[in-house]
């Protein structure tokens, strides 16, 4: 479904991502690495955010390096940010309803399954008002409301305790299941990990290794989410 081939990406003279040659079909895979290995630069250039140096990333076959992020969204990929982007003015209802693209759909189950009690957050805006944690978890919901084809998750464990982070677990394969997609997480929490059913570890801008869970797991240093640094 998801192919990239030969993928680089420089700034300011320093190579951050180094002939990266990955293909996706209908998993779980989770890239993990050392900090500053490249992989949130690698999932912000499957989303177009950021444009390779070199490179293609096919999508169905087709190319789509050199379309925007509005062109990939509208053919089913989906990105949730490690820092949420704050939208005063909009409620919480409002992004769910833009996100799910169906007007009598019950908002309820997405908010519960990131942890959240929809009477308490569904009028509230997306603002300064809303800690980071419950930031992150609405844009969680929202990615989820996709239902897209591709989703692609950077750090979602960040800023959310741990009771809301198990669930969010559970929650992450059951939408695997049911959508039958592409899910792709940054992560390094050892729970995440588990969720894989292909890993990919980035070591300075390379793959340097990539396997089945049973594979790779034993091999990595990895942790355990002992409350996330949850601010709600």
Known sequence: MLELIDICYATNGKQILDNINLKFSDEIAVITGAN???????AKIVMG???PTSGKILYNGQDI?????TERAKMGIAFAF???????GLRVMDMLRLASKQKN???NVYLGDVGLCAKDYLTRELSGELSGGELKRIEIASVLARKAKVTI???PEAGIDLWSFTNL???????QNSTQGTMIIISHQEKMIELADKIIVLNSGKVEKIGKKDEIMPTLSIKSCNGCGGNR
């Open 36 to 42: 500053g290995a490249g992989k949130s630069t690698l």
């Open 49 to 51: 955010i950021l444009k």
């Open 65 to 69: 390096t050199d379309f925007s992020i």
């Open 82 to 88: 490690q820092q949420p982007v704050k939208f005063k």
């Open 105 to 107: 759909v019950s908002l």
């Open 153 to 155: 998750f950077d750090e």
């Open 169 to 175: 677990v559970k929650t992450f394969r059951h939408f």
